[in-house]
């Protein structure tokens, strides 16, 4: 027993050594890279943040709108996903084939739909007459079709050289992605700046039966989907966390045509807009282009930030769903936002407790104990930017249930509570952190999302970089304090899925 104790000190002194080594050459090297990027804000509020890699003739773009779900209000939710679909249709001269003829048709099409749904709103109304305007509605759809050219914006940029458009929506932010050749940087500048400047969103009608197909297939018929929506709309009941990106299904049915125009009037405007770019090009080029395209684009004030604060939760809460499923478990607590002191040791209890095959959760309920067939855990649930949850979550294996699994969860929270955290793990965390941290910053599309996330979540581009220095100086004690404190079971919610017939 000695002599594995014996080798058990040296592998951590090992592990330790190793690690203040491998940190130290990461933080040069995040220093070398951080004293690379520049950055400028344009005259109407628009932000460049660049960073110049000549490895190989490719530039990564990465444009940061800082508006998500958690920005929409009753009525509208699912919006933001909505517009970003939008986004794609293209402008006044990518998409279309007469512009000004197809405008008059869409403005038709705008005033015949606010008439059809002020009639569905009458007390008693004429349904006659809604068939009649409907039937109109169709006909001014499929004519304002013909003048439509489909994907033209995507495969313009595709011709190009773009591997990577795409973009995607959270609860924090909408954002669009390119990967060109180094050569097209101009080539960008104009069609992305046009996108922002002239957008119009045609096919919407259509596009908006594709987003509640979407929320159908994705969110109304799995079990998961289904269990997710209704625990954050228990976990969050002031703050718009509650509500899923995708929104709700009666919500999307009534957003218009203005609707949509009016968010992106409010949320795209230039000074709510920060842009990551990254790889072969020099700042010099990058921000003149900059001016000369995006420049353009009015200035407008930044929107309102939002007013609603999670209030403190007064006790445990409970949410179940039942339906055709194995029993699923998730249990979320409160924790502050991404900016919050306490962020990486949060970080590493969720790893330490419920990430990867070698956490606790996953040794005790899986392999020992066999009571669940996964297990895992999630930090900054659903958003980052706001206060959020800490979560854990358990798939009960055959004839077990989830108040079991939740008793190990429990029991693994406490002992950490009490015993705090191993040298070992806590080793572990560190070095998978800061090589993820490095593997992250290899990628130019990567590195561009992370210079925008830092800027507008975590308070400035540079703070992508102190990241190293918070996960260098965690200690044991911090894990057994943050959970402590935010590991408490009057400020949880616990979900369920019972299943059903």
């Known amino acids: 027993m000695k002599r594995k104790t014996g080798i058990c000190q040296k592998l951590v002194l090992f592990l330790t050594v190793s690690l203040i080594l491998a940190s130290s050459l990461f933080a040069q090297t995040f220093e070398a890279i951080k004293n690379q990027v520049k950055v400028q804000t ?10 110049e890699r000549h490895e190989a003739p490719v530039v990564s773009f990465h444009v940061y709108a800082d508006v998500g779900s958690a920005n929409e209000t009753y009525g509208i939710t699912g919006i933001s996903h909505l517009l970003e679909h939008m986004a794609f249709k293209g402008t006044k001269v990518m998409g279309t084939i007469d512009y000004e003829a197809e405008i008059r048709i869409l403005e038709e099409l705008d005033a015949l739909y606010d ?9 008693k109304p004429d349904t006659l007459k809604i ?11 499929l004519k304002a079709k013909e003048y ?3 994907n033209e914006l995507i495969d313009m940029m595709r011709r190009q050289g773009d591997q990577g458009i795409n973009a995607y929506t959270s609860n924090d932010a909408t954002q669009y992605i390119d990967s060109l050749p180094s050569n097209k940087v101009e080539y ?12 119009v969103f045609r096919e919407f009608y259509k596009e908006r039966d594709v987003v509640m197909e979407e929320r159908r297939l994705g969110l109304e018929t799995r079990p998961m989907g289904r269990l997710i929506e209704d625990f954050f709309a228990t976990a969050f009941k002031a703050h718009p966390y509650h509500h899923s990106v995708v929104g709700h299904m009666s919500d999307l049915k009534n957003i218009a045509r203005q609707d949509v125009k009016d968010y992106f009037s409010k949320y795209y405007g230039p000074s709510n807009l920060t842009v990551g770019i ?10 003149k282009l900059a001016e000369t395209y995006f420049e353009r684009i009015p200035s407008g004030p930044k929107p309102e930030p939002v007013r609603t604060e999670e209030p403190e939760q007064w006790g445990e809460r409970h949410v179940t769903v039942t339906a055709k499923s194995q029993p ?3 249990v979320g607590y409160h924790r502050p936002n991404a900016r919050h002191q306490d962020s990486a040791a949060l970080e590493a209890l969720a790893n330490i407790i419920g990430q990867g095959r070698s956490s606790r ?12 067939i996964q297990t895992g855990s999630f930090n900054g649930f659903p958003g980052e930017k706001f206060p959020n949850l800490i979560a854990f979550y358990a798939v009960s294996s055959w004839g077990h249930k989830s108040d079991e699994c939740l008793e190990v969860i429990d029991t693994e929270i406490e002992k950490i509570k009490t015993e705090s955290v191993t040298a070992e793990e806590l080793t572990k965390f560190k070095r998978n952190a800061i090589k993820n941290l490095l593997d992250r910053m290899k990628s130019n599309s990567r590195m561009a999302a992370l210079l925008t996330y830092a800027e507008v979540v975590l308070g400035g581009w540079d703070a992508a970089f102190d990241q190293i220095q918070e996960i260098e100086a965690l200690t044991a004690e911090d894990v057994k304090r943050v959970a402590n404190t935010y590991l408490v079971k009057q400020k949880r919610t616990v979900g369920e899925i019972i299943p059903g017939k």
Not at 42 to 51: A, D, E, R, S, T
Not at 188 to 198: E, K, P, Q
Not at 278 to 287: I, K, N, Q, R, S
């Open 148 to 150: 439509v050219v489909n």
């Open 42 to 51: 344009l005259k109407n509020g628009m932000k460049f943040i660049v960073l």
């Open 188 to 199: 960008w500048m104009a069609v992305t700046s046009d996108r922002f400047l002239n957008p």
């Open 278 to 287: 990254v790889g072969d090009m020099t700042a010099e080029e990058a921000f």
């Open 115 to 123: 008439q059809i749904k002020r009639e569905e709103a009458q007390v």
């Open 361 to 372: 959760l996953y040794q005790v309920m899986v392999k020992e104990k066999k009571v669940a």
């Open 131 to 141: 068939e009649e305007m409907k039937k109109n509605f169709e006909t001014l759809r």
């Open 328 to 330: 699923i478990l998730v």
